[in-house]
């Protein structure tokens, strides 16, 4: 199949970027969208063009690397699917296809596809995590753990880190991924130690670099996990909870 | 023969050599810790849980990773499970049957002490994980599950659904961003290492280049440690992530680091078969559906039929037929090997005719749909996705990959390598498994190494340079090796050849999984230890890389990494050649069966070949680690 | 390394902390101030707060609709209405201080609702780092899309409704406005087409308001479980109906002569 690329082209950090086109000839349906780029890719290098920068690894939907808005959508068309997994077989001969890097002020364009998602390390750092030192664990099968918890909790857990949730969401809010951070942990038993110092932290930190969220719901429709925005709410619930717990009494309820 | 090996076993029965070590080893208290400087390169499985584990004990750790993000390394993608001898569906499970289990599957070819040590520590992963947060599978119960995986006959595989690396990965990984914000782990991200510093025979720092600025610097410690993951790509086409590459471990080879078992590849047997020129990497379907699917080709060959249309009586389950006791579970290398004599022998399925059938539809009978969609669910739609096929309704189509990479840095019981200093961790090292790895057990190993035994060793090496500063960075061994890579990368930015990295890269995989891949030929390999060197002189001529040195620069990237392969290429041929038998995943076709099985030959190969570089023009030497077994004794692996 | 932004909108608790611990100044930290004030210096605080008033304002909007509707039961109905509001209370307090007291909380939520709308509005923004060539919106709808220029046509929509049938000042209200004959300046007041125009559209916007609003305030307070999950749409579909045909039947009515002096 043919297609028409219409790509943002940006030199680096802080330099002006524009959209360029490029003829993408004689693709096979069943190339991914990567592997289509990979072809156009080559092609610019033997014209004498400097190939387009995107970031990818595993191309399996899993290390969270890959992310650009294609066609207006992050990750493009697909529900559910990361930029890796979207064959060009989801499109039609001929087709316009406009390619263009997460927007967001702190994501900066660092090349081309290319921008720093570095933000949500900071948010993962201020509490993304339940501290037990290497050695200290107890016996795994001392706590036993609702199959039903276990598994939202792997619902929330899934998240790859793509960033796509905050450049779909027009607030550039990151809210879908800390929450699913947090109610990875605030839900399980190991978490309840932390859990109010966390959602506390892991929220100031996040509110520190991204909007606020208004409740669109253009994340989850954008998650490649499909992660639900009711994690959005369990994060409010616990914030909220979180500022009137007296700590010191938490072990009784 | 220059160097010597000695693999630092500890005496005393194979149960207490780690514990006698243990106590045996010096240790550096808690106040000097912070006096220690140590640089992680690496933060997979086996990089980020050492990182944090050091980080934890206090020493002052600097950790790198060419990733935006410790999370993305590739361990994220492992999909099936994680081994531990909890024993908890008391199926006769124990530590022993563990170890024996591994050394069985890695074909004998591993160390009995290496092995034991990695099935001892193994419990201590889960219950780590576990008190991480790591959300493992579990019983309604509330108590954890288990899976059964290839190679085995007890039910001890931990899992989280198809993503097992990823939440295991994403627990170090969050163990590791504790510590950078407690500040004693600084964190590199977007930077790769690209050699080893070297100080009076002692591993003393790296030379890095920034991916985003182009800035080449240099990072001096107490102690380095590798933990670089697998070279499956030396294939091109592998289940592995595009940038994994040799590039870290092959520098410190070409620094002293003997270099392991280089042709001991493993070929993995469940990946979606290549579907045209422009793949870019092959997606493994976790080796889990095994439990559940059957294998068969027609056993008529393929004519244009559907699978549905045809009857029972015309297929061939060829695993279950050849090996009764396993059946679909056999090891990876057997269930590879007996699927490329299904295709050979002209019965391959799908349109290019180059996969075997994976059958859900009496398992879909048996326990209903939605069991499997519990189960597979997230595997099955990959699948969709990737093929347009619905597994549900029509068999999978799969086909043997590359996929991981048994040889590695040689490294004491220790993990050190033959520099002193220098460690390598996980895939990187040529690890506990042999010449082939049971399922599940990567995961496990570059956790042990990382949570449970470096940590340890790396104290007894450290406790000897107490007082000693660190060598300072501008040391002129920095600022030599520094040079070395700006001229590497020079040459490479001013070749302006004509053709780009990857068609090298394609170029050079065809030839290796040709001639070193799952079947290996004398003739083979001594044609593509001709051709590979022809391929890189090419290379070096006319490979071309736009763009500038010193801002994001990926085929730059990528080219450093091809460079690197081509003279790796060449050395798996020379020791798949050296190796004159058949073993694991080292399939020699002059060494086998009349029924085509492997043919070991434990009288004169029961040992590690470890290459000692010599030079860009002098093929590299060997030097032999044999291997002496006290415990089990070798018998030719049976899954019949 | 390039250039790391915490943009720092929102100066926040623990961010605020954090600064201190890794800065090797002793100065004293600032006082921090009571929960409240912090809890409304994050965001998350402020949609709490946007939640609660909303819901008040909802309620009141709901009394309001339920007293208006009097009129069709004819004048008397409606000002001895007005009037009561006023008695509010009866002889135990003081006449019409109830209705102040109401009016005063009133004011405070829409106060506080409309702050933090524009300081969020305005975090975000901030946050935003320039517009996509071509976005395509898969589930934001219209209403969520418009909240900003909804409420702020409510807002403008309630000045003039103050002037117009509370104050009575001009030109707002009409010639022969006569405070305490409600009936009269409802009536006279829709008969004017400008008027009633202004009224049905402000009202049509409070419901496109309403219904992302009355949607969107579950998750913001967290009320959150799967088997009310779905039913919240059709609450604030419910209520947005029936608070909007309500408003929207007076001018309607009024002009289709149905109600008359
Ligand atoms: C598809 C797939 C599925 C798998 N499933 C399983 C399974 O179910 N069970 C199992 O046990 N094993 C499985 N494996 C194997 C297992 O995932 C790997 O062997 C293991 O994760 C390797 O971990 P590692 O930490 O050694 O290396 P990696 O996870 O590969 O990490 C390498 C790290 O080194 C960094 N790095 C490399 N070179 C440089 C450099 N030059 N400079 C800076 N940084 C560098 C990378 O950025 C990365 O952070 C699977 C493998 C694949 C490919
Ligand atoms: C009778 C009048 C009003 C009612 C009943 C009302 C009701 C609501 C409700 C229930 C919400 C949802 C809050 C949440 O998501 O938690 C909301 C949100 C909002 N309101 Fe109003 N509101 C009214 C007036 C206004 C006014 C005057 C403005 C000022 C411009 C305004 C601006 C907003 C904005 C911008 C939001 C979205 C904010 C967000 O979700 O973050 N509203 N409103
Ligand atoms: C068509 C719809 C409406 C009608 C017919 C209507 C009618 C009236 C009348 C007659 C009064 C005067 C009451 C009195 O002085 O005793 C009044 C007051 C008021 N209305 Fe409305 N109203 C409508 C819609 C609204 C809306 C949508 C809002 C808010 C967003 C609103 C907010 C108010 C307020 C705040 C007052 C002042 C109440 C007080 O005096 O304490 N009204 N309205
Ligand atoms: S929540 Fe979804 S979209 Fe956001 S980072 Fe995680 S996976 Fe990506
Ligand atoms: S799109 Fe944005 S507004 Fe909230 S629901 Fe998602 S974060
Ligand atoms: S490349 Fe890894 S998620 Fe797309």
Redesign the pocket.
Known sequence: MDLTLRVWRQKGLGHPGEFEEYRAREISPDASFLEMLDVVNDRLTLEGQEPIAFEHD?R?GICGSCGMMINGRPHGPEKGTAACQLHMRKFTDGDLIVIEPWRASAFPVLKDLVVDRSPLDRIIEAGGYIGVDTGSAPEANLIPIPKDVAETAMDAAVCIGCGACVAACPNSAAQLFTSAKIAHLNLLPQGQPERWRRVEAMVDTMESFFGSCTNYGECEAACPKSISIDFIAVMNRDYFKAKLRNRRYVSQV | MTVQLDAKIPAGPLEDKWANHRFEMPLVAPPNRRRFEVIV????????SAAATLGEQGYRVKA????DS?R????????????AAKNYRSDGDSVYRLFYDTIKGGDYRSREANVYRLAEVANEIIDQATAQGVPFAREYGGLLANRSFGGVQVARTFYSRGQ??QQL?LGAFQALARQIKAGTVEMFNR????DVVVVDGRAAGIV?RDLVSGEITTHSAHAVVL????Y?NAYFL????K???V??IW?AHRKGALFANPCFTQI?PTCIPQSDEFQSKL??M???LRNDGRIWVPASGADGRAAGDIPESERDYFLERQYPAFGNLVPRDVASRAAKRAVDSGKGVGPLHNGVFLDFANAIDRLGRAAIEERYGNLFEMYERITGEDPYRTPMRIYPAP??TMGGLWVDYDLMTTIPGLYA????NFSDHGAN?L????????LAD?YFILPNTLAAYLSGMLGQAAPPSDHPAFTEAANGVRDHTRRLMSTKGSRTVDWFHRELGKIVWEHCGMARSAAGLEKAIGEIPALRAEFEADVRILGEEESINQSLEKAGRVADYFELAELMCRDALYREESCGGHFRVEHQTLEGEALRDDENYAFVSAWEWQGRDRPAEVVREPLEFESVELKTRSYK | MHPRLPIGFATVDSVRENAMAVSTTTAKPPRTPPLPIRFYRSAIGKKWVMAVTGIVLIAYLIAHLVGNLKVYLGEDELNSYAEALRDLGGHLVPRTSLLWLMRGGLLLAFVLHVHAAYSLTYTNWKARGGAYRDRDYAVANYASRTMRWTGTIVLLFIFFHLADLTWGAQPAAVDGFARGEVYDNFILSMQRPVSAVIYAVANIALGFHLYHGAWSMFQSLGLNHPSFNRWRRYIALALTGFIVLGNLSFPIAVQLGLLEL
Request: one cysteine or more; aromatic letters at 4%; charged letters at 10%.
């Open positions: 595993c399996e | 390169v690496g933060t997979g499985l086996a990089g980020a790198f990773t060419y990733h410790p993305r390394a590739h361990s994220i993608s492992a999909q099936g499970g994680i081994n097992t690396g990965l930077t790769e290492m690209l890095v933990a670089t993951g697998g499956s592998s289940t592995n992530a940038a994994c590459n590039t870290a520098r993995h997606t493994l976790s080796e889990s996929h991981y961790i996980g895939e990187a790895r399922g599940a057990s990567a995961l496990m190993q570059g990382g």
